[in-house]
C-alpha cells in the first residue's frame, strides 16, 4: 500500500473537519492536554533513560516546545471564552500504547517508546495539516498551520534518534508493523467529533 503524507497509511476522513467545527471547544481542550501529555511523555523517557546523551539532547528542547503549544491553545480557549475542563481518555493513544512490546534490552525499549511517540506526532500532524485546510475560523486556521509547521519534523526526529540506538532495517521494519496496526486502530475506532485523534 502506498503511503500517504507523513508515513501513514490511512488518511483522515476530510469530512471529519466539518463535524469538528461545530464542536472546537471540545477540540481545543482535548488538543491542550494533547500537547501536556507529548510533553510529559518526553520529560517521563527523559527521567527514565538519563544515561542516553541523545535522547536528552533531543527531547529537552521538544518538552519545552510541547509545553508552549500547551500555552497556546490555553490562549486560544480563553479568547473565545471557553474553560479547560477535565481530561478525556484518549483511546486512539490507549490502543497505540498496547501495540508496545515490553522486555528485552534497554536500546529495545527506547526504540519502542520512540516509534510510539512517533506515530502519535504524525497523526496529531495530520490532524492540524486537516484542520488548517477545513476550517473556516481563519485564526485557527492560521493557528493549526504554524503548529503543524512547528511539529512536523517531530517523528522524523524520533525516528531518527531511535536509529542511533538501534539497527536501521529492525527500526525501519518495526515502524512499518507499526504503521499498519495504526491504520487498523483508525479503521476501527468510533470516530469522535470532540477529540482531537
Not at 500500500?1 to 476522513?13: A, N, S
Not at 507529548?38 to 533531543?58: K, R, T
Not at 490555553?74 to 479568547?79: A, C, M, S, V
Request: glycine content about 4%; aromatic content about 10%; charged content about 35%.
Amino acid at each position: 500500500m502506498e503511503k500517504f503524507t507523513l508515513g501513514l497509511e490511512l488518511p483522515t476522513d476530510p469530512r471529519w473537519v466539518n463535524v469538528a467545527e461545530k464542536h472546537i471547544e471540545d477540540i481545543l481542550v482535548d488538543h491542550a492536554y494533547c500537547e501536556q501529555k507529548a510533553a510529559s511523555s518526553c520529560i517521563s523517557m527523559i527521567i527514565n533513560f538519563p544515561e542516553y546523551d541523545d535522547l536528552v539532547e533531543m527531547l529537552t528542547p521538544v518538552v519545552a516546545e510541547e509545553w508552549s503549544h500547551f500555552e497556546r491553545v490555553i490562549e486560544q480557549l480563553n479568547k473565545r471564552g471557553y474553560k479547560l475542563s477535565k481530561p478525556r481518555k484518549d483511546e486512539y493513544v490507549a490502543q497505540l500504547l498496547k501495540l508496545e512490546e515490553k522486555g528485552g534490552s534497554r536500546d529495545f525499549q527506547v526504540m519502542e517508546k520512540l516509534l510510539i511517540n512517533a506515530l502519535i506526532e504524525a497523526r496529531s500532524c495530520e490532524r492540524f495539516k486537516v484542520l488548517h485546510h477545513g476550517l473556516e475560523d481563519q485564526e485557527l486556521k492560521n493557528f493549526y498551520y504554524e503548529l503543524m509547521i512547528s511539529e512536523a519534523g517531530h517523528y522524523r526526529n524520533f525516528l531518527k534518534l531511535a536509529e542511533t540506538y538501534m539497527p536501521k532495517e529492525k527500526v525501519r521494519a518495526r515502524w512499518n508493523e507499526l504503521l499498519e496496526q495504526e491504520a487498523e486502530i483508525m479503521r476501527n475506532l468510533k470516530p469522535r467529533a470532540d477529540r482531537m485523534h
